[in-house]
């Protein structure tokens, strides 16, 4: 991981969490969660979610993606391109 990214992630996690804000509580601290899309983790993009809806039993590694976006009516896509527009991308 380059310096810049290190800095990119810093600016995403700062943002709290993507689902709170989504759902109008925002300012949750975050972790990051990568979407996978291939099988390498180092080139997945990342959101900001909180523990609880990152891997607890409501989040996505708990209920699994296809669970996930149904319980939240939004899709990790949907969240990724949130987090873009509020750190300019």
């Known amino acids: 991981m380059t310096k810049n990214d290190k800095i990119r992630n810093s600016k995403i996690a700062d943002l709290g969490c993507a689902l ?13 969660h990568h979407i996978r899309r291939t099988s390498k983790r180092s080139n997945a ?22 669970r996930f976006e149904r319980e939240y009516a939004i899709t990790e896509e ?12």
């Open 20 to 32: 709170c804000r989504h759902q109008g509580t925002p300012g949750t601290p975050a972790e990051l």
């Open 45 to 66: 993009p990342v959101i900001p979610l909180c523990p609880a809806h990152h891997r607890f039993d409501t989040g996505i590694h708990g209920m699994g993606r296809k």
């Open 78 to 89: 949907e969240l990724l391109e949130q987090t873009k527009a509020l750190i300019n991308e």
